[in-house]
């Protein structure tokens, strides 16, 4: 039966990614997940007896359903890599004669725009923060420290005393793939995070065990993901701003404010940490608003 056939190949196919192409569990998961339902799709298809039945109309006809079922651009992209993939890998082994995804262009997909706060919302979340209240040191040196470095929740978290280079105004951080980058702090994050250290840090750390993580939970021990997006998301309701905020929403105002403020693409790229300028490329867009909004005010044809 065409369907077993097919599933021996997936099984084939995540070993090859396993130790072929070295990826981690987690990516592995997500191809695996990707595979089982593009071959699900195919079996509701009576055209295809087999993989050498798939063309590209096929693929295609999958493409269009993750549109219709309103999946997320950055999904309905890693399928078709996905996709793609298995293909080659079927045609490199020798299992199919053809790749049908071969001439397929992937999908063009309109990129949403990440949410940006202004410069006067980024000032109204700091005001928001009440530092004579348990915390308030520490959500104030985050918040500036998510501003001022444009860390990810991940590098903010996992961000250690040791990784701290106060004195020369700079942090290191492990980022994504284990990639090491040195950022500037600024002046305002950096006292803040020097007040937080030295006036609220070390009580706090007497009550866990701190592991030397630089931003600690009430039970003294590191803070969690989920407990800097709650503060954060909290700070914004109480500031008044009615868009959805997020840690992540300030990494995107940070390269953003950058941008507008006349920065170097190729320098926000490696303050962010990303190893494609493409990925960049993004704040650019947003930027593109700003600059119209400039072009309003000052061109004399309008």
């Not at 262009?105 to 309109?110: F, G, H, L, S, V």
């Amino acid at each position: 039966k065409h369907d077993v056939v097919m599933e021996s190949f997936l099984s084939d196919f995540i070993t090859f990614l396993r130790v072929e192409r070295n990826l981690s569990s987690n990516s592995i998961e997500a191809y695996k997940h990707d595979i089982a339902r593009y071959l699900d799709f195919l079996q509701g298809d009576s055209s295809v007896k087999g993989v050498s039945d798939i063309t590209p109309r096929h693929i295609r006809q999958y493409i269009r359903m993750l549109f219709d079922l309103h999946s997320k651009p950055t999904s309905i992209r890693r399928n078709f890599s996905v996709v793609s993939s298995y293909h080659n890998y079927l045609l490199d082994e020798e299992l199919a004669v053809t790749d049908p995804s071969e001439l397929l262009e992937p999908p063009r997909i309109p990129e949403k725009l990440p949410t940006v706060l202004s410069v006067q919302e980024v000032e109204a979340l700091l005001d928001a923060i009440e530092l004579d209240k348990s915390g308030g040191l520490r959500d104030k040196a985050m918040v500036e420290l998510l501003y001022s470095s444009g860390l990810r929740v991940s590098e903010l978290v996992n961000l250690k005393l040791e990784h701290l280079l106060a004195n020369q105004g700079l942090i290191r951080i492990m980022g994504k793939g284990n990639k090491e980058r040195v950022i500037p702090l600024g002046r305002a994050a950096a006292d803040c995070l020097e007040d937080y250290l030295n006036n609220s840090r070390p009580e706090t750390a007497q009550k866990g065990r701190s592991g030397g993580y630089a931003f600690l939970n009430h039970l003294g021990r590191q803070i969690s993901r989920k407990g800097v997006w709650r503060i954060i998301s909290t700070l914004a309701k109480s500031a008044g701003i009615e868009k959805q905020v997020s840690p992540h929403t300030l990494r995107h105002s940070f390269a953003t404010h950058l941008l507008e403020g006349g920065a170097d693409l190729r320098a926000v790229q490696e303050m962010l940490g990303h190893a494609d300028i493409s990925t960049t490329q993004i704040y650019t867009h947003v930027d593109r608003s700003y600059l119209k909004e400039v072009h309003r005010s000052f061109h004399p044809r309008w």
